[in-house]
Nanobody
Framework: VHLVESGGALVQAGGSLRLSCVAS????????MGWFRQPAGKVREFVAR????????HYSDSVKGRFTISRDYAKNTVYLQMNSLKPEDTAVYYC???????????WGQGTQVTVSS
């Protein structure tokens, strides 16, 4: 298993959660890291990504200003800090890694985030 997510939970609207994804050292050090999500019955969608050196990040319009992606090289971990959560953020969240932002080669098993209104 290359990527392991954790941190999903049930939270009220307006609340916060932080998701974590631990990667193997080789994958973490050499790949762009990203987060995706898949609401029930819908297709998987991009949420955020961070460059290999951590200098650049990019967000979907739906989470911009509320979510922050970061990476900790000492722990081989990428985080997704989610603030001001909304019911429409409810989904299974997946961690991913890839050599390029458009090519994701590794995926985690997913962690459920449920936001109640």
């Amino acid at each position: 298993v290359h990527l392991v997510e954790s941190g999903g939970a049930l939270v009220q609207a307006g609340g916060s959660l932080r998701l974590s994804c631990v990667a193997s050292e080789h994958i973490f050090s050499n790949n762009v890291m990203g987060w995706f999500r898949q609401p029930a019955g819908k297709v998987r969608e991009f949420v955020a990504r961070i460059s290999t050196d951590g200098s650049n990040s990019h967000y979907s319009d739906s989470v911009k200003g509320r979510f922050t992606i970061s990476r900790d090289y000492a722990k081989n971990t990428v985080y997704l800090q989610m603030n001001s959560l909304k019911p429409e953020d409810t989904a299974v969240y997946y961690c991913a890694a890839g050599m390029m932002a458009t090519s994701w080669n590794y995926w985690g098993q997913g962690t459920q985030v449920t936001v109640s209104s």
